[in-house]
């Protein structure tokens, strides 16, 4: 699929967002017992850095996942995704312009041209220098994506802190291999590339 990416800009930190359909960014997960499905809390394989879980479905909602910390800030809520029970056009176009009435007009477009997959990105930056994204998207065709409206909101500052603190320690974690600096002859690389 052809993607287009269209930057205009951040939007100032006066309206930087913390909260979305009733949990907040920054937040420890212990705090939505009722919200998030603890029973669904998992590491996640891509970004080990990150957990994530299910988040029982409210009124207008049919599904939704938050990620976590695991390492500079264990269980702080960093990124919030939720799947709209409305999965309609009119619906998504609703959202949008309460989105740009609310945050101005979003500074990328990162759908494919045809507008089968919309997608709408708003970036916040706040006093502090915390970046936060905000992703409104509408799928009607594409299938590897969920079908219909959603929104995701991500603390972006943390989330690098979260990788670079993982990272570190996994460093400090690693021995040296045992042939580290050995040369390995054409046979010898030969008989590791090979199944036996």
């Known amino acids: ?52 879980g299910e988040i029982t479905p409210r009124q207008g909602f049919r599904s939704g996942m938050i990620s976590y910390g695991v390492c500079d800030r264990p269980n702080k809520i960093l990124k919030i995704k939720l799947k709209f029970e409305d999965d309609s056009k009119s619906f998504f176009k609703e959202l949008m312009d309460a989105y740009t009435e609310k945050f101005g007009p979003p500074g990328e477009y990162k759908g494919d041209p045809f507008q089968t997959m919309v997608i709408w990105k708003w970036s916040f930056v706040n006093a502090e220098g915390e970046r936060i994204s905000l992703i409104l998207q509408h799928n009607k065709m594409v299938e590897e994506e969920k079908k219909g409206t959603a929104v995701k909101m991500a603390l972006t500052t943390q989330i690098d802190k979260e990788k670079a603190c993982y990272l570190k320690v996994q460093n400090k974690r690693v021995a040296p291999a045992a042939d580290q600096g050995k040369t390995l002859s054409n046979k010898e690389m030969w008989d590791l590339f090979i199944p036996r």
């Open 1 to 52: 699929a052809v993607w287009i990416w269209i930057v205009l800009s951040s939007h100032a930190w006066a309206q930087f967002p913390l909260h979305l359909g009733g949990l907040t960014l920054g937040e420890d997960i212990s705090e939505y017992g009722e919200l998030v499905r603890m029973d669904t809390c998992r590491e996640m394989s891509r970004t080990p850095y990150l957990a994530e």
